[in-house]
């Protein structure tokens, strides 16, 4: 039984002055496995100080310096891949393969960041001046529980390549990963202050996060609504926001694409993490003429999918995470019926023999127009919309016509053609014949999915801001002119 009561604040876990308790629940089984107490803003204020104190030693540390921690990270994380593999399962209800995925990349992340890091030009010249590229400041980094240990890593690796100080509140919905991984992170031995973190609930400790003058900068990952929120309570300090928010992917599966192969592919794409995924491909467009064949395709796909038990490794959905998810996802798929839209697989309620437990019935609807709320909202559950298009202007006007553009998929027997009807997709990322990102590749949004990128290079840029110092020898040439 987890009784998790502290915050991590310069170099120390230390009991939180707030009081506000949350019950921990099994979402394979609602059974409770522990409590935690969420910090409040006072306990924000302190990390804010303890990382503004360990903010000018990190901004003025070597490359060398900086690589060493990542390195120390990524071990102390590694340390811990299985346990934070278990609370992914335990307390989350990640299947075992999707865990193992999430565990791995906690400590992958810092290596690929280091990666990032050994070669980059943090000086320039251009013409007489020099640019400097500097760490933005203190920053809050702000996660969801969806991804909560990847989500963590990958923030810290990133501030800490820039040399930046962080606080980091992770979403209160993920205690026992946010201690597994904090306990990990405090092995490696960091400066004190370096990174400090605590739980707390959004309206106050995020809320204090995004208006102290204190913070240059927010790194979020989250939802478009709490995004908007954010940037707005921001924008009073002028701090740096980087929004990493919601998706509504397409997956466009041309008509000379092996539907064999292809279609499960895209399912996966659809129901990975249980569906809660920002990534997840939940529209599927297919051509018209061959829209009966992939019906056929993906309802054979979709049953032979296991749901159950996280920890069978032959699960591929366990539960969603908790009951409001559960909720919200049972009431889209009411919707869904009420548009119009026909039910080829699952549909309300639990699948049987799942009597407890947050589980959903993967679910798939075909004639879905793509101005049904089912085809526009992100459901954040193993909910498919099959939509049909006619011709390859069409497939990219319906993929394009949607708030969010975070990732595509596209799928063809001919790469090139797959790769020019990619160019013409409004999204952060596409992915052609694959489901598996690059992880040292930029990843971000476009629209209402977010602005700025993260991992790699990119994520560690979104840390640094140029200072541009132009010597006096250039002055009389100017002034000549
Ligand atoms: P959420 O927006 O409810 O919460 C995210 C975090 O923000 C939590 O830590 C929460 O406590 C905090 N928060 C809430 N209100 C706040 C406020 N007013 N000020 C500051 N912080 C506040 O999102 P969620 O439900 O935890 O996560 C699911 C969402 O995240 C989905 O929309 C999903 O698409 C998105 N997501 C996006 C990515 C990406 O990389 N684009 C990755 C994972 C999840």
Redesign the pocket.
């Known amino acids: 039984m987890w009784n998790i009561d502290q915050a991590y604040i310069d170099g120390a876990f230390v009991p939180v002055h707030g009081t506000q308790r949350v019950e921990i629940a099994n979402p394979a089984t609602g059974q409770r496995i522990g409590s935690a107490t969420l910090a409040d803003r006072e306990d924000a204020k302190r990390a804010i100080a303890a990382a503004n104190r360990a903010q000018p030693a990190m901004a003025r540390s070597t490359r060398a310096e900086r690589l060493d921690m990542l390195r120390r990270l990524e071990a102390a994380v590694l340390a811990r891949t299985a346990q934070i593999r278990d609370a992914t399962v335990e307390e989350y209800g990640g299947p075992l393969a999707r865990a193992q995925w999430v565990s791995n990349y906690a400590s992958q992340c810092f290596a690929t960041t280091a990666r990032a890091l050994e070669d980059y030009a943090f000086e320039r010249r251009i013409g007489d001046a020099t640019v400097v590229m500097e760490p933005v400041g203190v920053a809050a980094l702000?996660?969801?529980?969806?991804?909560a240990a990847g989500?963590i890593c990958s923030k810290v690796a990133s501030a800490v390549a820039a040399g930046c100080a962080s606080v980091i509140?992770?979403?209160?919905?993920g205690p026992i990963q946010a201690r597994i991984v904090t306990e990990a992170l405090h092995e490696a031995g960091l400066p004190r202050g370096a990174f400090n973190l605590l739980l707390g609930?959004?309206?106050d400790v995020?809320?204090e996060?995004?208006t102290s003058p204190e913070v240059a900068k927010i790194s979020?990952?989250?939802?478009?609504?709490?995004?908007k929120?954010?940037a707005r309570?921001g924008v009073e300090t002028m701090k740096r926001v980087s929004l990493?928010?919601?998706?509504k992917s397409a997956t466009i599966v041309l008509d000379d694409a092996d539907f064999a192969t292809v279609l499960p592919l895209a399912l996966n794409a659809a129901f990975m993490n249980n569906g809660q995924?920002?990534v997840a491909g939940t529209r599927l467009l297919v051509p018209r003429h061959r829209m009966a064949e992939a019906i056929g395709q993906v309802q054979r796909a979709a049953a032979a999918m296991r749901v159950g038990d996280p920890r069978d490794p032959a699960t591929a959905i366990g539960p969603l995470a908790s009951q409001a998810q559960f909720e919200r996802v049972q009431q889209f798929i009411r919707r869904g019926i009420e548009e119009g839209a026909r039910l080829v697989a699952g549909g309300e309620g639990r699948p049987e023999g799942l009597e407890r437990g947050w589980f959903v019935r993967p679910t798939v609807f075909a004639e879905v127009r793509n101005d049904m709320a089912i085809a526009r909202e992100?459901i954040?559950g193993p909910v498919l919309s099959m939509i049909a298009f006619d011709g390859e202007d069409d497939a990219v006007a319906i993929a394009n016509d949607s708030p969010y553009g975070?990732q595509a998929y596209v799928f063809s027997a001919r790469p090139q053609r797959a790769l020019a009807l990619a160019a013409r997709l409004h999204a952060g990322t596409v992915l052609v014949n694959r489901i598996a990102p690059e992880l040292g590749a930029p990843?971000?949004?476009v629209k209402q999915?977010?602005v700025g990128r993260?991992f790699g290079v990119f994520g560690m840029e979104a840390f640094l801001e140029p200072k541009t110092i132009t010597p006096a020898a250039a002055e009389p040439a100017r002034a000549a002119v």
Do not use: Q, V
């Open positions: 702000i996660t969801p529980w969806n991804a989500s509140k992770p979403s209160e919905l609930c959004g309206e995020g809320d996060l995004s979020f990952t989250g939802s478009t609504a709490t995004g929120r954010i309570a990493a928010l919601s998706g995924a920002c992100e954040f975070l990843f971000g949004g999915s977010g993260e």
